[in-house]
């Protein structure tokens, strides 16, 4: 929050004589001096030098120079939440927040259910989760902003959201030693309402979870549609919003694609950012890998071993750092230096599995989504532009390719589109690829990313 007022204090000084009708003079004399002393949470503490001492103070409180501060703020950071405290250094120093120590910090990791290796530092960012790493560092930076919160991370299983989510609280812990964080998975928070229903014990569950200043809850589809949770977590949820705390979700879908969803939930995860992750691309995929050996220290795989993991395992982080793991015990136990034929050997059975995934219209609209740069979201809009139309093309072309679907199936996918729509767009496909030798390369790496093997 600081790095973000320092950043914004020239736009909230302009405002205060664009909008609020102070003069230069008056804010130059009054207003710029102020130090931004420390942040908690929301409260913002400005210090007036000890030479101007209390009687400016006074002054700044008497012509409400610190509503009109206070209100700029809110309108640059669009966030009605925030509140300041002017007072003289000196007095800010008596009651300044100490610095988290290791022991603070591991006991606070401790009781919000923290996974130690899951923070930004380990995260391996690339193409396809950059947009949601650059979110959440936002979030982790300035919890609370009403245009992140909620913060709703999507996208398959074992492609990072846990590891994101895990990252934002260990950040908020280092930097705030006095912001309580709790992470709980969905089937953990419902077994603790079930069991504090069937006890009388739900003040103590509210006691829990609305005194939070960050709750994070990881795959929230399993929660929604449970009769005996989703009252209290609707009611958890309003009550940490209107205070203005910050709410994490994660699931493997969008919103408004859980079946599921009462109207009622889904307008409040879109009240901030539904954020996807897609599924690594090479680049990433290698890198991930080169981190994982550099991290461990691990010996004896050479880079084109490395290469073989990233072009045969190509889905889920999850599966790619086991694939390693795996050849990382063999080189390891047997004090041998890993060749591609044993690793193909190693990992004869996770790349069959990899190589039978389904194909499914998701599977294909994110591989196109990642080859081509266009969000999802974009293809299975109605947006015609260019791009846009192309990269939904392909996608039709696909699905009616490695799919049993229908026509009409498919058109339902991309929002509702009528069988002879999608028809003629994969007849369009069709004919490019026949006429267009560049096209059709194009659409053979997408199918190479969607089939490694075929």
Not at 5 to 10: A, G, P, R, V
Not at 70 to 78: C, F, G, H, N, P
Not at 397 to 403: A, E, G, M, S
Not at 415 to 435: A, C, P, Q, Y
Request: a negative charge.
């Amino acid at each position: 929050m600081e790095e973000l007022i320092l950043s914004k204090w020239d736009e909230i000084l302009s405002l205060l004589e664009t909008e609020h009708g102070l003069s230069p003079i008056v804010v130059k004399t009054w207003i710029k001096p102020l130090k931004l002393y420390s942040v908690e949470g929301k409260k913002l503490y400005f210090a007036v030098d000890d030479s101007m001492g209390s009687r400016a103070i006074d002054f700044i409180n008497k012509k409400m120079y610190d509503m009109f501060l206070v209100t700029s703020i809110k309108e640059v950071l669009d966030d009605d939440s925030i509140e300041i405290v002017i007072d003289v250094e000196s007095n800010l120093n008596k009651t300044s927040k100490e610095e988290v120590t290791k022991e603070e910090y591991n006991e606070a990791i401790t009781k919000s259910n923290l996974y130690p290796k899951y923070t930004f530092d380990t995260f391996v960012v690339g193409e396809s989760n950059k947009l949601a790493h650059a979110t959440c560092l936002a979030v982790a930076d300035s919890p609370g902003l009403d245009k992140f919160n909620p913060l709703f991370l999507y996208g398959g299983a074992g492609l990072g959201k846990t590891h994101l989510m895990q990252s934002i609280a260990h950040y908020i812990l280092q930097h705030n030693k006095n912001m309580k964080v709790l992470y709980v998975p969905s089937n953990k928070f419902t077994n603790e309402i079930v069991e504090a229903i069937k006890k009388n014990k739900t003040d103590e569950f509210r006691e829990k979870y609305r005194t939070v200043d960050v709750l994070l809850i990881d795959d929230i589809q399993y929660l929604i549609g449970k009769e005996s949770t989703q009252q209290e977590f609707f009611d958890t949820f309003n009550a940490l919003h209107d205070e203005g705390k910050q709410i994490i979700l994660s699931s493997d879908k969008p919103p408004k694609e859980i079946k599921t969803l009462e109207e009622r939930f889904r307008s409040r995860f879109e009240w901030g950012v539904p954020i996807d992750i897609h599924a690594p691309d090479y680049e990433t995929r290698m890198a991930i890998l080169k981190n994982k050996v550099e991290m461990n220290g691990y010996k004896n795989i050479s880079d084109n071993i490395l290469e073989y993991i990233a072009n045969n395992v190509t889905y889920n982080v999850r599966e790619l750092e086991g694939a390693l793991n795996k050849i990382s015990v063999y080189a390891e136990l047997g004090n041998i230096t890993i060749t591609e034929d044993l690793a193909k050997n190693i990992l004869k059975d996770m790349i069959s599995k990899e190589t039978n995934v389904t194909i499914t219209p998701d599977l294909i609209i994110n591989t196109v989504s990642e080859h081509l740069n266009i969000s999802v979201d974009d293809i299975k809009s109605s947006k015609r532009s260019q791009d846009v139309a192309n990269a939904r093309q392909i996608s039709m072309y696909l699905c009616r390719k490695f799919t049993t679907k229908g026509l009409k199936s498919i058109g339902d996918v991309f929002g509702g589109k009528d069988h002879s729509t999608v028809l003629s767009n994969i007849n369009k496909v069709d004919k490019r690829i026949e006429s267009d030798p560049e096209y059709a390369e194009t659409i053979d790496v997408i199918i190479k990313k969607l089939s490694p093997h075929s």
